[in-house]
C-alpha cells in the first residue's frame, strides 16, 4: 500500500483511483467500482463520487492506496 496525498480535505473516489495509479482511465475506475471490485476501508462501495478523506484505503484488483 503507498499512500497518496491531497490538496483539499476530500477527494471523490473515482478520481482517487485515477490520482493514485490504481486505474489507467476514468472509465476503467467507473466499471470497477459498479461491479463492485472496489472497496473503501474494507467496505464494497459502488459510488464514484463517495467522498475520502485522509486515512481511508481504497483496494482495487489487489492493489491499496490510502489518502494522506
Known amino acids: ?8 480535505d476530500m477527494i471523490r473516489l473515482g478520481q482517487f483511483l485515477k490520482l493514485a495509479d490504481l486505474v489507467d482511465t ?13 472497496t ?8 464514484r463520487g463517495r467522498q475520502l478523506r485522509r486515512g481511508d484505503v481504497v483496494r482495487v484488483l489487489g492493489r491499496a ?4
Open 1 to 8: 500500500m503507498h499512500d497518496v496525498a491531497i490538496d483539499a
Open 65 to 68: 492506496a490510502r489518502v494522506a
Open 40 to 47: 473503501v476501508n474494507g467496505e464494497v462501495d459502488t459510488r
Open 26 to 38: 476514468g472509465g476503467e475506475g467507473k466499471i470497477l467500482i459498479a461491479s463492485g471490485d472496489v
